[in-house]
């Protein structure tokens, strides 16, 4: 009997558990970098509706409008960033970084929107802010994410903001605020700049909170989404 | 992490090290090729045929062994019906009067191991045999039986490889693989001089081991495993003759097969409560600090493994269940958009388990190889689908029975 091959086999072992480590730490490095990407993009195409708005200004609204506001990128950010918080966990300072820098593209979209709808009469979006919250305190935030996923895939035209409520980023305090969400009843819509509604909604309650929901046009193509 | 993950993680570290271990074992010592030398010597042997209610497979059995390339007259078939209340009677008298190397002896009822015995004590020969009346022997299993003893004069007893015979219903294919993979790791065995168990089918003895140890014992319904035991206790070896082939009809069904490994994992965990001395003890070299722990250790990790999978899989669900009912979503297709790499589940544990059933790929690989064995595609799906399902099953009733000190049933 020998003990060499007793270490030996550890020693493999413990290489084989630390390569499938570095795998995956790669992986999870690679979807970061993705997102990233992502945001970049979603960078550009932000700053390019902001100078189109200002380009045009109210001269020519049909061109604005025609043009989704929200990008397609942010809808597939939204559901990455989702993966890359399960992945990595919610304390992970990296994801906490993209998902704050998600959260203020969110909102420069958002004031864009109102500006937009506001100079165009014929605009007449319909959008919906979601406050919910991760820190295990809000056990129907995860099906209000479900609903609100099903009716974005459902109607394109709907455009939902979604905020972790207890990230730590000052525009986001000044827009629950400003909105009068409290954190201790969530989730929280706010659709069409109403007053808060708190508690989970089923699909079917949602679809009566929403009675705009019937100018869009519905799709049975999916677009992601999530929180 | 939670603990549940954990523990699974530690099980499945346990699984990689014993396969990485074996593996490490083929590469130190691969298994030599079959050749078509013959014995020097070709010593008297009496093959043992323990039979109970066996009119089904009797004859090929018998049949088989007349076909063994040996020199009749030296060997003895010697068929013992353990008091069959079917043909088998018939059936083996009918041999025994056309064949004069065929002696058939009815006795009462008394279990496997007390059939064995009375063959033992009724034969004279150097070698002792036995092959189940479900299982059929390659007409060159006993030379290259022979061959091994003469190779390696200390071992006391040879074990064979098996095969599964003519597999071909889902559970059968399953099963084909599983002996494939155990072709593999009893050889392995036998490079650690560790082989936990003489299977019924044929398993030769020399003479000497039942006058130094003692004969068969009732064991927990599992006297081939309890005899390795022994043999290991005494310093006896035992060896591995992997071109020695061996057909055995597996379980069909379900429920026959549970009944089956109920038996071998529930005498398992009693021959290992009787031998527990062993357990770490350098004197029994790899046997006491690798084997025996290992399998009481695999023992436990499939349980927990199951387990926790389950756990997984219904939590999983009803959550699913659950949200659909809350939320009055209808039930949909997943995202197709959702396709990309990039949801796809690359946590640590799933590389690890990739890691696990490669190398079990790999150790199923070189078995078939040792043993000349082709598996068809349709095979390792059995397996891979299958295997982790039954297999808890059985583990969960042996456990079950051995808490409760109960009988493990034959058949």
Redesign the interface.
Request: aromatic fraction near 12%; glycine fraction near 6%; hydrophobic fraction near 45%.
């Given at each position: 009997m020998t003990w060499q091959k007793y270490i030996l086999a550890f020693v493999i072992t413990a290489a084989i558990f630390g390569t499938a480590f570095y795998i995956a730490a790669r992986l999870d490095a690679q979807r970061i970098a993705d997102i990233r990407s992502t945001q970049d993009a979603i960078s550009i195409d932000i700053l390019s509706s902001e100078t189109q708005f200002e380009l045009l200004g109210s001269l020519d609204c049909r061109a604005i409008s025609e043009n989704p506001v929200l990008s397609e990128e942010l809808n597939t950010l939204s559901a990455k960033l989702s993966v890359a918080e399960q992945n990595l966990g919610t304390g992970n300072d990296e994801v906490t970084l993209l998902k704050k820098q998600y959260s203020l593209f969110e909102i420069k979209d958002y004031l864009l929107l109102r500006q937009i709808s506001q100079k165009c009469l014929n605009f007449k979006p319909v959008y919906i802010l979601f406050f919910y919250s991760n820190a295990g305190d809000c056990a129907d935030c995860s099906r209000a994410g479900d609903v609100l996923t099903y009716l974005r895939a459902t109607y394109p035209g709907l455009r939902v903001y979604s905020f972790d409520y207890h990230l730590d980023l000052s525009a986001l305090r000044t827009l629950e605020t400003l909105r009068h969400v409290a954190g201790d009843k969530l989730p929280a819509f706010v659709v069409n700049n109403r007053a808060p509604v708190y508690g989970f909604k089923s699909l079917q309650e949602m679809q009566k909170l929403i009675p705009e929901l019937k100018t869009l046009a519905t799709s049975t193509a999916t677009t992601s989404a999530g929180i | 992490m939670d603990v549940g993950a954990a523990g699974l993680y530690v099980c499945l570290?346990i699984a990689?090290?014993f396969e990485?271990?074996l593996l490490?074992?083929f590469f130190?010592k691969k298994p030599a090729d079959k050749t078509t030398e013959r014995p020097k010597h070709y010593p008297s042997v009496a093959m043992v045929v323990p039979c109970f209610n066996e009119e089904r497979t009797v004859a090929k059995t018998i049949e088989s062994l007349l076909a063994m390339e040996y020199p009749a007259d030296k060997l003895e078939i010697v068929v013992v019906d353990d008091g069959s209340k079917d043909g088998t009677r018939a059936i083996a008298e009918g041999y025994a009067a056309r064949y004069p190397q065929i002696t058939y002896f009815y006795k009462e009822n008394g279990g496997k191991y007390t059939a064995l015995n009375f063959a033992i004590a009724h034969t004279t020969t150097d070698l002792i045999g036995c092959l189940d009346a479900d299982s059929f022997a390659a007409e060159d299993a006993l030379i290259e039986a022979v061959k091994e003893f003469e190779n390696d004069p200390a071992a006391m007893a040879i074990t064979p490889a098996m095969k599964v015979y003519r597999p071909r219903k889902m559970l059968e294919l399953m099963q084909a693989v599983e002996y494939t993979f155990g072709i593999f790791y009893k050889k392995m065995f036998d490079n650690l001089s560790a082989i936990n168990v003489l299977p019924g089918p044929f398993s030769m003895y020399k003479r000497g081991v039942f006058e130094q140890i003692g004969v068969f014992r009732h064991a927990h319904n599992t006297e081939d495993m309890e005899i390795a035991f022994r043999m290991h206790a005494n310093g006896l070896r035992i060896v591995n003759a992997h071109t020695a082939f061996v057909y055995t009809t597996v379980p069909q069904t379900v429920r026959a097969l549970l009944k089956q490994r109920t038996r071998w994992s529930q005498g398992f965990l009693q021959n290992a409560r009787d031998y527990k001395h062993m357990f770490f003890n350098?004197k029994f070299?790899?046997f006491g600090?690798?084997v025996l722990p290992f399998g009481l250790v695999a023992f436990c990790a499939g349980l927990y493994t199951a387990g926790y999978a389950l756990y997984r899989v219904v939590s999983l669900v009803a959550t699913r269940v659950g949200?659909l009912y809350?939320?009055?979503?209808p039930a949909?297709l997943p995202?197709?958009?959702?396709l990309s790499w990039?949801?796809l589940n690359?946590?640590?544990l799933?590389?690890?388990i990739?890691?696990v059933l490669g190398m079990t790929l790999v150790a199923i690989f070189l078995g078939s190889r040792i043993s000349d064995t082709r598996l068809s595609p349709k095979s390792f799906v059995a397996y891979f689908a299958l295997f982790g399902l039954v297999a808890p099953l059985w583990l969960a009733r042996a456990a079950w029975g051995a808490i409760l000190a109960r009988e493990s049933a034959w058949r």
């Amino acid at each position: 009997m020998t003990w060499q091959k007793y270490i030996l086999a550890f020693v493999i072992t413990a290489a084989i558990f630390g390569t499938a480590f570095y795998i995956a730490a790669r992986l999870d490095a690679q979807r970061i970098a993705d997102i990233r990407s992502t945001q970049d993009a979603i960078s550009i195409d932000i700053l390019s509706s902001e100078t189109q708005f200002e380009l045009l200004g109210s001269l020519d609204c049909r061109a604005i409008s025609e043009n989704p506001v929200l990008s397609e990128e942010l809808n597939t950010l939204s559901a990455k960033l989702s993966v890359a918080e399960q992945n990595l966990g919610t304390g992970n300072d990296e994801v906490t970084l993209l998902k704050k820098q998600y959260s203020l593209f969110e909102i420069k979209d958002y004031l864009l929107l109102r500006q937009i709808s506001q100079k165009c009469l014929n605009f007449k979006p319909v959008y919906i802010l979601f406050f919910y919250s991760n820190a295990g305190d809000c056990a129907d935030c995860s099906r209000a994410g479900d609903v609100l996923t099903y009716l974005r895939a459902t109607y394109p035209g709907l455009r939902v903001y979604s905020f972790d409520y207890h990230l730590d980023l000052s525009a986001l305090r000044t827009l629950e605020t400003l909105r009068h969400v409290a954190g201790d009843k969530l989730p929280a819509f706010v659709v069409n700049n109403r007053a808060p509604v708190y508690g989970f909604k089923s699909l079917q309650e949602m679809q009566k909170l929403i009675p705009e929901l019937k100018t869009l046009a519905t799709s049975t193509a999916t677009t992601s989404a999530g929180i | 992490m939670d603990v549940g993950a954990a523990g699974l993680y530690v099980c499945l570290f346990i699984a990689l090290y014993f396969e990485v271990f074996l593996l490490i074992s083929f590469f130190e010592k691969k298994p030599a090729d079959k050749t078509t030398e013959r014995p020097k010597h070709y010593p008297s042997v009496a093959m043992v045929v323990p039979c109970f209610n066996e009119e089904r497979t009797v004859a090929k059995t018998i049949e088989s062994l007349l076909a063994m390339e040996y020199p009749a007259d030296k060997l003895e078939i010697v068929v013992v019906d353990d008091g069959s209340k079917d043909g088998t009677r018939a059936i083996a008298e009918g041999y025994a009067a056309r064949y004069p190397q065929i002696t058939y002896f009815y006795k009462e009822n008394g279990g496997k191991y007390t059939a064995l015995n009375f063959a033992i004590a009724h034969t004279t020969t150097d070698l002792i045999g036995c092959l189940d009346a479900d299982s059929f022997a390659a007409e060159d299993a006993l030379i290259e039986a022979v061959k091994e003893f003469e190779n390696d004069p200390a071992a006391m007893a040879i074990t064979p490889a098996m095969k599964v015979y003519r597999p071909r219903k889902m559970l059968e294919l399953m099963q084909a693989v599983e002996y494939t993979f155990g072709i593999f790791y009893k050889k392995m065995f036998d490079n650690l001089s560790a082989i936990n168990v003489l299977p019924g089918p044929f398993s030769m003895y020399k003479r000497g081991v039942f006058e130094q140890i003692g004969v068969f014992r009732h064991a927990h319904n599992t006297e081939d495993m309890e005899i390795a035991f022994r043999m290991h206790a005494n310093g006896l070896r035992i060896v591995n003759a992997h071109t020695a082939f061996v057909y055995t009809t597996v379980p069909q069904t379900v429920r026959a097969l549970l009944k089956q490994r109920t038996r071998w994992s529930q005498g398992f965990l009693q021959n290992a409560r009787d031998y527990k001395h062993m357990f770490f003890n350098p004197k029994f070299g790899n046997f006491g600090v690798l084997v025996l722990p290992f399998g009481l250790v695999a023992f436990c990790a499939g349980l927990y493994t199951a387990g926790y999978a389950l756990y997984r899989v219904v939590s999983l669900v009803a959550t699913r269940v659950g949200d659909l009912y809350a939320t009055g979503i209808p039930a949909h297709l997943p995202d197709p958009a959702h396709l990309s790499w990039y949801y796809l589940n690359t946590n640590m544990l799933s590389f690890v388990i990739i890691a696990v059933l490669g190398m079990t790929l790999v150790a199923i690989f070189l078995g078939s190889r040792i043993s000349d064995t082709r598996l068809s595609p349709k095979s390792f799906v059995a397996y891979f689908a299958l295997f982790g399902l039954v297999a808890p099953l059985w583990l969960a009733r042996a456990a079950w029975g051995a808490i409760l000190a109960r009988e493990s049933a034959w058949r």
